[in-house]
């Protein structure tokens, strides 16, 4: 049969919008989330973490927020600049493991001038 | 410091060659992570490497792959013979685990089996 390649999702930003990428995780055992920035040619840079005992935490220009009620996770850009045009994954890691990461699929993000 | 140095960047083989991956992980780091990324499956695991002793390589896909870490602060991820669905962008990330899951990851290498 014929093979499916993984079609990333993609979110267009306009220069200077604030950016929001959602995040659905699988195991409500998981009690640490993680997001990564995967520029081109590179390889995954961590951006910001956050445990299953918080439901926010903010960075520099960005914030996480987890809704552990529905199983959600995102990814919150303020201010978004045109070297943040990235695929950004997130990865939850489930209390039993010290080290299992589970990827999401990544979301595309383009910034329009 | 340098962060994780991986080589080659690029390496294009034929069928049947045997490929070695390398990786030098970041000073005082005790994990060592080998990913593989493609389009079709994204970013998998294919083994851990903790204090330098491999604890979880269920993710190696047969035995044509293998992986060393001989010391702490170098490790080999290698393909013999290679076939073509095995090119990919491999991974190397290391971190500390203990003090937190944030893997460092590597520029990757681009391989390509012909």
């Known amino acids: 049969g014929e093979s499916v390649g993984l079609h990333l999702p993609t979110l267009s930003v306009q220069e200077g919008d604030n950016s929001i990428i959602n995040c659905a995780y699988s195991n409500s055992a998981s009690d640490y989330f993680i997001w990564y920035k995967q520029e081109s040619g590179k390889g995954p840079q961590f951006i910001i973490d956050i445990r299953s005992n918080m439901d926010k935490r903010q960075g520099q220009r960005v914030t996480v927020l987890l809704n552990k009620t529905v199983k959600h996770l995102s990814l919150q850009i303020a201010a978004t600049q045109p070297g943040d045009s990235a695929v950004y994954f997130c990865?939850?890691?489930?209390?039993?493991?010290?080290?299992?990461?589970?990827w999401g699929a990544g979301t595309k993000l383009i910034i329009k001038p | 410091d340098a962060g994780v140095i991986q080589s080659p960047r690029h390496e294009v083989t034929e069928m049947g060659q045997e490929v070695t991956l390398r990786c030098k992980p970041i000073?005082?780091?005790?994990?060592l992570f080998w990913y593989r990324q493609t389009m079709m499956r994204g970013l998998e695991l294919l083994i851990y490497f903790n204090n330098n002793v491999p604890i979880d390589d269920s993710g190696m896909p047969e035995d044509r792959f293998s992986a060393k870490m001989p010391n702490a602060s170098f490790s080999t991820l290698k393909i013999q013979p290679s076939e073509p669905r095995d090119s990919a962008v491999y991974f190397c990330?290391?971190?500390?685990?203990?003090?937190?899951?944030?893997?460092?990851f590597g520029s990757g290498t681009q391989l390509s089996v012909l």
């Open positions: 990865a939850e890691k489930r209390e039993d493991s010290n080290y299992q990461l589970i």
């Open positions: 000073s005082g780091h005790n994990s």
């Open positions: 990330a290391s971190s500390f685990i203990g003090s937190g899951e944030k893997l460092f």
